[in-house]
Each structure stands twice: as structure tokens, then as C-alpha cells.
T-cell receptor
Framework: ETGVTQSPTHLIKTRGQQVTLRCSSQSGHNTVSWYQQALGQGPQFIFQYYREEENGRGNFPPRFSGLQFPNYSSELNVNALELDDSALYLC??????????????FGQGTRLTVV | AQSVAQPEDQVNVAEGNPLTVKCTYSVSGNPYLFWYVQYPNRGLQFLLKYITGDNLVKGSYGFEAEFNKSQTSFHLKKPSALVSDSALYFCAVRGRPGDSNYQLIWGAGTKLIIKP
């Protein structure tokens, strides 16, 4: 186990609703990243936070937003859910300045289904 | 556009035989290179990485990977496959500080099936 925990593990929401996913980083890790993994595909980078500030963002619309807290835990918020948002959402934490060669440690993911 | 390619959707290997899972990349600069493994309904687990130095990198569970700069490849290998190695394998790259891209870019994954 990596020490990165995500909640909830599964979630079903209705189109148009809002959802908040949570991530607790591995102890001491100050960088957290969020990824969307559709079925049968590789993860797609959503955004990254370093010391509570957004440090990079992938090609996702503004209705995907996030937060990182002083204890380095994090939230991913998605507004106005669409059917295509159904996916596995992965949180990863790492230690150090973003862009270095440190590996990321992943949580088990949250499976979001939008109906 | 920067990308990572895993040309094989699936690789089938008999237990005890050597395995290779291929990865090539098209990323500017000299990126960091990673391999991760994903078991069903689980998150991604780090296997190994290339930062600098020896082109042959050794990682977890007996896996190793060979970096080839001229071919921009980072193939994952294991001398003797186990049934328990059956999983989904992802190659990922990240730009170095100062590069235009420092995010992890992922391949689409290769399903590895080890048959007894």
C-alpha cells in the first residue's frame, strides 16, 4: 500500500450534479496530482497542487477544480456533471518540487459513474 | 505534440519465458521515464524509473527497463515471467525542470497476460 487514500471508493451521481472527491496524501508529501482514467485508457492529467497552489493543469474545463489544504490533503470538485465524466479518478502524491524525477504514489481511485 | 506510445494493446507470454512490454516516446528534451503497473480495480503502483546514468534500470518484482535515447524507447523487461505478473502496464514520461512539460504523460497501457 502507498499510504495515499481516496474517498469514496465508488460514487453514482446524476448528470448536472456536483461531486467532491477527497485524497489524503502520503505522509510528508507536498505535491498532489489528480488524473482521470477512462475505461481502457491511460490516465489523463487534470491538475497538480504544490504547497496549496495550483502548479499545472491539463486540458480539462474550469468545472474541474481543486484544493490542497495545509496538511497537503486535497479535493477534486466537478460541477455540472456530464455522462463522459464517468471514470476512475486517481490521486497521486509525491515529495519535492514538481518537475523533479521523483515518482508519484497513487491511491486506489474513486470510481465515478454519472447516470 | 508530446506523446507516449505503447504499440501493443496486449502481450501474451508463457510462464517462465522472458517478457518485453514496449514503450516509445515523443517528448522534447531529456525526460524522466517511468513504468507503473495496475491490477484490477486498483490504483497504479510504481515499478521503476530512469533519471540518468546506466541505461538499464532495475525495479520492483524483478522488472527492469532499458533506455535507448537514439530510439526514444524505454522497454520493460523481465527474464522469467510469473502468472502473478498479469496486469495492465503503463509507461509515463515527465519533462525535466525548465522543459515545457513537467506533467506526467501516459501511454494507453499494455495488458500483460502470463499463461501457466
Amino acid at each position: 500500500e502507498t499510504g495515499v487514500t481516496q474517498s469514496p471508493t465508488h460514487l453514482i451521481k446524476t448528470r448536472g450534479q456536483q461531486v467532491t472527491l477527497r485524497c489524503s496524501s502520503q505522509s510528508g508529501h507536498n505535491t498532489v496530482s489528480w488524473y482521470q482514467q477512462a475505461l481502457g485508457q491511460g490516465p489523463q492529467f487534470i491538475f497538480q497542487y504544490y504547497r496549496e497552489e495550483e502548479n499545472g493543469r491539463g486540458n480539462f474545463p474550469p468545472r474541474f477544480s481543486g484544493l490542497q489544504f495545509p496538511n497537503y490533503s486535497s479535493e477534486l470538485n466537478v460541477n455540472a456533471l456530464e455522462l463522459d465524466d464517468s471514470a476512475l479518478y486517481l490521486c497521486a502524491s509525491s515529495l519535492g518540487v514538481p518537475g523533479q524525477g521523483t515518482e508519484a504514489f497513487f491511491g486506489q481511485g474513486t470510481r465515478l459513474t454519472v447516470v | 505534440a508530446q506523446s507516449v506510445a505503447q504499440p501493443e494493446d496486449q502481450v501474451n507470454v508463457a510462464e517462465g519465458n522472458p517478457l518485453t512490454v514496449k514503450c516509445t516516446y515523443s517528448v522534447s528534451g531529456n525526460p524522466y521515464l517511468f513504468w507503473y503497473v495496475q491490477y484490477p480495480n486498483r490504483g497504479l503502483q510504481f515499478l521503476l524509473k530512469y533519471i540518468t546514468g546506466d541505461n538499464l534500470v532495475k525495479g520492483s518484482y524483478g522488472f527492469e527497463a532499458e533506455f535507448n535515447k537514439s530510439q526514444t524507447s524505454f522497454h520493460l523487461k523481465k527474464p522469467s515471467a510469473l502468472v502473478s505478473d498479469s496486469a495492465l502496464y503503463f509507461c509515463a514520461v515527465r519533462g525535466r525542470p525548465g522543459d515545457s512539460n513537467y506533467q506526467l504523460i501516459w501511454g494507453a497501457g499494455t495488458k500483460l497476460i502470463i499463461k501457466p
